[in-house]
T-cell receptor
Framework: KAGVTQTPRYLIKTRGQQVTLSCSPI?????VSWYQQTPGQGLQFLFE???????NKGNFPGRFSGRQFSNSRSEMNVSTLELGDSALYLC????????????FGQGTRLTVV | KNEVEQSPQNLTAQEGEFITINCSYSVGISALHWLQQHPGGGIVSLFM???GKKKHGRLIATINIQEKHSSLHITASHPRDSAVYIC???????????FGQGTRLTINP
């Protein structure tokens, strides 16, 4: 069974540009969550999607958005990139219940220059 | 004060030593996760707990719901156990994880 796949693995963008990251969950998983990891703030929750609906959102500006498709694949988009958006972006998939185990992807390392 | 606190932040030990990493939380939870992150970034879920104790190989995780505390133990530690260990809680009623700051473990041969 394939794991959670995130693409691309590495990305370099310029300030002001926008970026789209992709996450393909484990087959059968309907919940996808996104997290940002920076050296200063650690891991922080961005948002969670279940069956194409955003169920929960973290404390991030509106430049951060996401969506989920009918096949459960999810994308997150960051517009008007800032230097501080440089981070490892991780997604996790799960079946979607309150106590269901989450499985993480390898992450996308975004560098904004 | 963070909702999830881990201790210690850094831990260096010799191969073979018994390792304990602690996690305390201040919110109501539906589950607690112990995660392992190696250099390069990928995260592996080690355990998910809502009560009691779980064991997998040389790793043991315990949780005390009343005291809002969990521990991760590694027996007969090995250099390949060197990684960052992260405690994360699934907040009751919310579909999100809240993370501790991580414990950087280094096992020297």
């Amino acid at each position: 069974k394939a794991g959670v796949t995130q693409t691309p693995r590495y990305l370099i963008k310029t300030r002001g540009q926008q970026v789209t990251l992709s996450c393909s969950p484990i087959s059968g998983h309907r919940s996808v969550s996104w997290y940002q990891q920076t050296p200063g703030q650690g891991l922080q929750f961005l948002f969670e999607y279940f069956s194409e609906t955003q169920r929960n959102k973290g404390n991030f500006p509106g430049r951060f958005s996401g969506r989920q498709f009918s096949n459960s694949r999810s994308e997150m988009n960051v517009s008007t990139l800032e230097l501080g958006d440089s981070a490892l972006y991780l997604c996790a998939s799960s079946l979607g219940g309150a106590e269901i185990e989450a499985f993480f992807g390898q992450g996308t390392r975004l560098t904004v220059v | 004060k963070n909702e999830v606190e881990q201790s210690p932040q850094n831990l260096t030990a010799q191969e073979g030593e018994f390792i304990t990493i602690n996690c305390s939380y201040s919110v109501g939870i539906s589950a607690l996760h112990w995660l392992q992150q190696h250099p390069g970034g990928g995260i592996v879920s080690l355990f998910m707990l809502s009560s009691g104790k779980k064991k997998h190989g040389r790793l043991i995780a315990t949780i005390n719901i009343q005291e809002k505390h969990s521990s991760l133990h590694i027996t007969a530690s090995h250099p390949r156990d060197s990684a960052v260990y992260i405690c994360a809680v699934k907040v009751q009623g919310a579909q999100k994880l809240v993370f501790g700051q991580g414990t950087r473990l280094t096992i020297n041969p």
